[in-house]
C-alpha cells in the first residue's frame, strides 16, 4: 500500500476513535451531498449499459461538478473511501505491527494491561505479544491493529479515569491502584468471553470449529450475551 494511504487511513480512524480533532479536511455535510453527486455521475460514464453519448454527457456534468467544488479527481478519491469507511481502503488489509507502549521508560509488564491489551486483540484475530518496556504489540491487518491499539488505549484511559474518581470519593479508594485497574479490566472485557474466544481459535478441525460456533450463537454469545447465557448490560 502507498505510504499516503497508509497514513490516511490511520489519521481518520484516530479521528473516529476520538484520538484527535478532524482537520478542516474532513467531510462535512455539505461535502458529502457533494460527493454523492459526483458518485453518481461517476456511475453513469463508467457503469454497464450506458450509451456512448450518456457516458459523454455524464463526464461533463462531472467534471464541472468538480470544477464547482474546486476539487481535484485525487480529493474526490479521497473523500470517497471518507465515505466509504475504513473496510473499503486497500491500505486497510496491509500486515503491519502497532505498539502500545508507556511514556516513561523501563516500566515493568502490568498484568492488568497486559490482559486489556490481549482481550482486545483476541476477537479481532491478530497476534498479540509484548514489547519492550512494559508495552503490548498487536500484528495483523493494518485497520485491524490500529483499532486494537485506540482501543486499548482507551479502555487504559477510561480505567485511570474511573481510579482517580474512586480515589476523590468520600473515604478513598484503599484498593492498590494495580488491583483496581484489574478489577476495571475484568469489568470491561470479561474474562470468560475471551477464554471462549481462545477455544475458538485453538480448534483445528474445521467441522468442531463450526459446531462449536453454531453452539456459542445458540446461546447469543456472539450477540453479547455472558458465557452463562444471559445477556451483559451496562448501567451509566
Known amino acids: 500500500a502507498a505510504l499516503a494511504e497508509v497514513l490516511e487511513l490511520l489519521s481518520q480512524m484516530a479521528i473516529d476513535f476520538g484520538a484527535v480533532t478532524a482537520s478542516g479536511d474532513q467531510l462535512s455535510a455539505t461535502d458529502q451531498s ?82 486489556a491489551c490481549e482481550r482486545v486483540a483476541m476477537p479481532l484475530g491478530i497476534e498479540f505479544g509484548y514489547a519492550s518496556d512494559g508495552g503490548c504489540c498487536f500484528v495483523g491487518p493494518l485497520s485491524a491493529i490500529t483499532g486494537a491499539a485506540l482501543t486499548s488505549a482507551l479502555i487504559c484511559h477510561f480505567g485511570y479515569l474511573d481510579l482517580e474518581r474512586a480515589k476523590k470519593a468520600r473515604g478513598g479508594s484503599k484498593t492498590s491502584a494495580p488491583q483496581f485497574l484489574q478489577g476495571f479490566v475484568d469489568g470491561a472485557l470479561e474474562q470468560e468471553r475471551h477464554l471462549v474466544w481462545e477455544k475458538l481459535f485453538a480448534i483445528q478441525d474445521d467441522s468442531e470449529a463450526t459446531h462449536f460456533c453454531q453452539e456459542a450463537l445458540r446461546r447469543g454469545f456472539f450477540d453479547g450475551a455472558s458465557v452463562g447465557g444471559s445477556r451483559s448490560s451496562s448501567s451509566s
Do not use: H, I, Y
Not at 61 to 74: I, P, V
Not at 100 to 113: N, Y
Open 34 to 115: 457533494v460527493v454523492t453527486r459526483l458518485q453518481r455521475l461517476e456511475e453513469r460514464f463508467r457503469g454497464n449499459g450506458v450509451t456512448e453519448g450518456e457516458a459523454r454527457n455524464a463526464m461533463r456534468l462531472f467534471e464541472r461538478e468538480l470544477s464547482k467544488a474546486n476539487w481535484t479527481e485525487e480529493k474526490f478519491a479521497k473523500l470517497k473511501r471518507q465515505l466509504a469507511g475504513v473496510e473499503e481502503w486497500s491500505a486497510s488489509d496491509a500486515v503491519a505491527e502497532s505498539c502500545l507502549l508507556w511514556t516513561e521508560p523501563c516500566k515493568r509488564r502490568q498484568a492488568w494491561f497486559s490482559d
